[in-house]
């Protein structure tokens, strides 16, 4: 079975039994919450990059300059898409298991801090789909306050 919402390919994965398992992204249909994580991923490795070459470079030289330019230029945009990606809500089950990973491997990697209003803003983006994301973290007994 197969949907198309807006811009948004998906289809429903059902498995022998007849229940549907998962909402995932058809092959090459490029999800929004998709782009944002790789965006940011993108722009941490231009962010450590340039990190280690301006390590080795003169400050003054124009080789230097224009690479703390860029990686300025890089930093504003990695905490602006980090914003993006932590108040974006989810649309389907497949961008909240998105979401909730990336965060995840993204803070206990120590690539990002969270700070407490980010992570109330993040679980409030993915809420909605927290009885597909409890078998996926393996919580037992999620229950609707």
């Given at each position: 079975?197969?949907?198309?919402?807006?811009?948004?390919?998906?289809?429903?994965?059902?498995?022998?039994?007849?229940?549907?398992?998962?909402?995932l992204?058809?092959?090459?249909?490029?999800?929004p919450?998709?782009?944002?994580?790789?965006?940011h991923?993108?722009?941490?490795?231009?962010?450590?990059?340039?990190?280690?070459r301006?390590?080795?470079?003169?400050?003054?030289?124009?080789?230097g300059?224009a690479?703390?330019?860029?990686?300025?230029?890089?930093?504003?945009?990695?905490?602006?898409?980090?914003?993006?990606?932590v108040?974006?809500?989810?649309?389907n089950?497949?961008?909240?298991?998105?979401?909730a990973?990336?965060?995840?491997?993204?803070v206990?990697?120590?690539?990002?801090?969270?700070?407490?209003?980010?992570?109330?803003?993040a679980a409030e983006?993915?809420?909605r789909?927290?009885?597909?994301l409890?078998?996926?973290?393996?919580?037992?007994?999620?229950?609707?306050?």
């Amino acid at each position: 079975m197969s949907a198309s919402t807006g811009d948004h390919d998906t289809s429903n994965v059902i498995s022998c039994e007849g229940d549907e398992t998962s909402n995932l992204s058809r092959p090459g249909a490029a999800l929004p919450m998709v782009r944002l994580i790789s965006r940011h991923r993108r722009l941490m490795i231009i962010l450590d990059r340039s990190r280690r070459r301006a390590d080795g470079a003169n400050v003054w030289t124009p080789r230097g300059v224009a690479m703390r330019a860029a990686g300025s230029a890089a930093r504003i945009a990695e905490r602006w898409i980090w914003r993006r990606l932590v108040r974006r809500r989810a649309s389907n089950a497949f961008e909240a298991e998105q979401k909730a990973l990336y965060l995840m491997a993204a803070v206990i990697a120590q690539r990002k801090s969270i700070k407490p209003q980010e992570i109330a803003a993040a679980a409030e983006g993915i809420r909605r789909f927290r009885r597909q994301l409890a078998n996926l973290l393996g919580i037992a007994g999620t229950r609707d306050p």
